[in-house]
Nanobody, 127 residues
Framework: QVELVESGGGVVQAGGSLRLSCAAS????????MAWFRQAPGKEREFVAG????????RYEDFVNGRFIISRDNAKNMVYLQVNSLKPEDEAVYFC????????????????????WGQGTQVTVSS
């Protein structure tokens, strides 16, 4: 069982940056695949970035285009998403997700792959 709590969202001007954090409980955190998803009003939840248990393998959705960086600190049970060069279309609630299994292929991008979810943190981008 893992509980996830996101933080770090806020209001930022277009072109600005934020660092989103996800604090995880549970002793098995270091074995979990972790990911960030986002959901804008009226849209489906979509994959943003993922990282494997060891922090070696990462995946990004195409729209990231080098602007975001996912990382983790297993000693602190934390996952981060550095979001840079924010655009108005990046405005959404950002969710942290955890999967006790290793993930590959298209499974990275599926919300059904992940067993645990946080409550989300709002990112608002002003133009």
């Amino acid at each position: 069982q893992v509980e996830l709590v996101e933080s770090g969202g806020g209001v930022v001007q277009a072109g600005g940056s934020l660092r989103l954090s996800c604090a995880a409980s549970g002793r098995a955190f270091s074995s979990y695949t972790m990911a960030w998803f986002r959901q804008a009003p009226g849209k489906e939840r979509e994959f943003v970035a993922g990282i494997n248990s060891g922090g070696i393998i990462t995946r990004y959705e195409d729209f990231v285009n080098g602007r975001f960086i996912i990382s983790r600190d297993n000693a602190k049970n934390m996952v981060y998403l550095q979001v840079n060069s924010l655009k108005p279309e990046d405005e959404a609630v950002y969710f942290c997700a955890a999967d006790p299994r290793s993930v590959d292929g298209t499974s990275w991008y599926s919300i059904n792959e992940y067993d645990y979810w946080g409550q989300g943190t709002q990112v608002t981008v002003s133009s």
